[in-house]
């Protein structure tokens, strides 16, 4: 839940950001240069021994894992701040929240979840919840590529979601979410260098969108990541992608509280119904847990016919009754 309440700058900051002249790529670049920044002198503080020889000595498809999730990383980022750019924000992170349902579905059919149909039924009672908080006003246009960019960030963060879920072996969270986050500034930097090279250094000039950036980077950025990723590996997939679903709740409450835009009746019950989910999410394979460890206790059971008791024996060691 800390890494959706950091990640719930991002809607109102790339758009505060676009209305000062920078593009979807460049916002993306500092970004994740600013988390780039803070996740080294995390490593660098808290430096243990073999930190690198265990990067080093990565298996095989842990590694491999880390690099297809690094990519997934880099293309949800440039996806859904693009759909930031063409779509109003409560409509492209409507649309980005349909991620828990495609890892409910691919827990479920993979039976990896103890949740199962359970899980899959709150994952979409939240996203009900979720379109109700955001409201998406419908007399606004919905630019259909701007629509596909949202749920193809989705789909990359459910891919994100289920690689990261085993973890990377001996690599501790913070070195995994340094590399990943190293490996979306790089790639976003090469594409801002190759089609707007003049905004790279836009913000340097501009000391107010610098400070707000590297906040950004620093909540967004860095601990964000490094929260989720500490998250799933203890929590699970389906349990993550649900609980990430506060994001939308806590940017609402912000709204109302430093705002004083309060929310209609509709958007009530979608933030009951996101709570509802998150409680639930929690609740339920807790339950299946239990059921799990009772039917093995059932069989695991003593015989139902007495076994035969031993022969007391006195101090002497002759047998009781027996001469």
């Not at 996740?39 to 660098?44: F, I």
């Not at 990359?156 to 690599?171: M, P, S």
């Not at 913070?174 to 190293?182: K, R």
Request: net charge positive; with cysteine; charged share 10%.
């Amino acid at each position: 839940m800390g890494s959706a309440i950091a990640f719930a700058l991002d809607g109102p900051v790339a758009r505060a950001a676009y209305q000062q002249g920078l593009d979807p790529a460049t916002f993306g670049f500092w970004r994740a240069s600013a988390g780039v920044i803070v996740l080294g002198g995390w490593l660098v503080a808290g430096m243990r021994p073999g930190v690198f020889a265990a990067v080093r000595q990565m298996r095989r498809a842990a590694a491999v894992r880390l690099a297809l999730a690094a990519m997934a990383g880099l293309g949800l980022n440039l996806a859904l701040f693009e759909a930031f750019a063409r779509l109003p924000v409560a409509v492209a992170v409507a649309a980005f929240g349909c991620y828990p349902l495609f890892v409910a579905v691919w827990e479920a059919a993979r039976g990896r979840s103890r949740a199962g149909a359970a899980g899959l039924g709150v994952a979409v009672a939240a996203i009900i919840g979720l379109a109700l908080l955001m409201r998406p006003d419908p007399s606004v246009s919905v630019p259909v590529a701007g629509l596909l960019l949202a749920l193809l960030a989705a789909v990359l963060h459910a891919t994100y979601i289920l690689l990261g879920r085993g973890g990377w072996g001996e690599v501790s969270d913070s070195a995994a979410a340094f590399l990943i986050v190293a490996t979306g500034a790089a790639g976003l930097g090469a594409l801002t260098a190759a089609t707007r090279p003049s905004t790279v250094l836009a913000p340097v000039t501009d000391f107010g969108l610098t400070g707000l950036l590297l906040f950004e980077g620093a909540l967004a950025g860095a601990a964000a990541p490094l929260l989720f990723l500490a998250g799933l590996r203890r929590i699970g997939a389906t349990q993550t992608a649900v609980l990430s679903l506060c994001e939308p709740l806590t940017a609402t409450l912000l709204a109302a509280v430093l705002l004083r835009q309060m929310p209609a009746p509709s958007q009530l019950l979608g933030a009951a119904l996101l709570v509802g989910a998150s409680i639930a999410i929690q609740i339920v394979p807790a339950r299946s847990a239990r059921a799990d460890g009772l039917g093995c206790g059932q069989m695991l059971s003593p015989r139902p016919y007495p076994r035969r008791p031993r022969k007391a024996r006195d101090p002497e060691g002759a047998s009781c009754g027996t001469n």
